[in-house]
């Protein structure tokens, strides 16, 4: 899954208007990406927090309590664009963030 254009669908409430997309050039970044907005929400959370820390089971939490979260990864050996539930999501972001864990190490 390495080097494929990936875009995440979200939707933050039952509103349309709050759907919205954030595009990467890996499945990589896309989990970074994913990371990031979790931590954003917690920084504006918790606003006099100058370290915030989470688990995984912290981020599984904010996947599910999307409305709706998706993704599009490109797969240039068809030449579109394949779908993934927020279960692959949340897989792919297990795995993104225990090989990060691993390099820090």
């Known amino acids: 899954m390495a080097n494929k254009h990936t875009i995440i669908l979200i939707q933050t409430s039952p509103s349309r208007a709050s759907r919205t997309f ?4 890996t499945v990589a970044q896309a989990m970074d990406g994913i990371c990031g907005l979790y931590e954003k ?3 504006d959370l918790n606003p006099t927090l100058r370290n915030i820390s989470y688990d995984i089971s912290d981020l599984y ?6 409305v ?3 993704a599009l990864v490109y797969d240039p050996a068809l030449h579109a664009y394949l779908p993934y539930d927020r279960q692959w999501i949340k897989q792919r972001a ?3 963030l225990k090989k990060l864990a691993g390099q820090a190490n």
């Open 22 to 25: 954030m595009d990467f050039d």
């Open 41 to 43: 929400k917690l920084k």
């Open 61 to 66: 939490k904010f996947i599910e309590e999307l």
């Open 68 to 70: 709706d979260m998706s």
């Open 94 to 96: 297990f795995q993104h």
